[in-house]
T-cell receptor, first 114, second 114 residues
């Protein structure tokens, strides 16, 4: 069973640039969620995708957008990067309405905005 | 607004003794609670969960207690082992297990001293 994999592991961008982060779901999982973890904080929910559509969104501006592909992999796109976007971005997959199965997280992408 | 709160950011405990982590929540709609463990450079790993219809769930050395009236839950680890040294996150969701929108606390750093 392949777990959740994220790429790249680290990334440095300049303020105002755009970034795309990628995630491959755990096999058999049809739902992917993205979380932002700032330094010293817990993960914060960005949004969730199910069947290639956004299915819930947290308190993040529209410049945070995503995609889910037919193979359930996903992308997180952030436009017009700001210094406060520096954080660990976590992808998590699960089976929607899958009973007691909790979220399975990847190891994250560490984004630094300078 | 922090809906899930973990006070006492760090905890040191002797190997073999009990570790107790506390978590408070404010949203009365939360009905499913989880604990995640996180090692450096890794994503959070699911540890144990509890539904609001229960007040205790046990899995090996880990036990979670839920006090709904107080909006409080705790995680007990006994006996503590050096491998338990990690950051522990309390998380909660509304509308049951199938909902991937978790609200996390800021985490507790646990250090188990051999």
């Amino acid at each position: 069973e392949t777990g959740v994999t994220q790429s790249p592991t680290h990334l440095i961008k300049t303020r105002g640039q755009q970034v795309t982060l990628r995630c491959s779901s755990q096999s058999g999982h049809n739902t992917v969620s993205w979380y932002q973890q700032a330094l010293g904080q817990g993960p914060q929910f960005i949004f969730q995708y199910y069947r290639e559509e956004e299915n819930g969104r947290g308190n993040f501006p529209p410049r945070f957008s995503g995609l889910q592909f037919p193979n359930y992999s996903s992308e997180l796109n952030v436009n017009a990067l700001e210094l406060d976007d520096s954080a660990l971005y976590l992808c998590a997959s699960s089976v929607k309405d899958g009973g007691s199965a909790p979220l399975h997280f990847g190891n994250g992408t560490r984004l630094t905005v300078t | 607004d922090q809906q899930v709160k973990q006070n006492s950011p760090s905890l040191s405990v002797q190997e073999g003794r009990i570790s107790i982590l506390n978590c408070d929540y404010t949203n009365s709609m939360f009905d499913y609670f989880l604990w995640y463990k996180k090692y450096p450079a890794e994503g959070p790993t699911f540890l144990i969960s509890i539904s609001s219809i229960k007040d205790k769930n046990e899995d090996g050395r880990f036990t979670v207690f839920l006090n709904k009236s107080a909006k409080h839950l705790s995680l007990h680890i006994v006996p503590s082992q050096p491998g338990d040294s990690a950051v522990y996150f309390c998380a909660a969701s509304a509308f049951g297990v199938g909902n991937n929108r978790l609200a996390f606390g800021k985490g507790n750093q646990v250090v188990v001293i051999p």
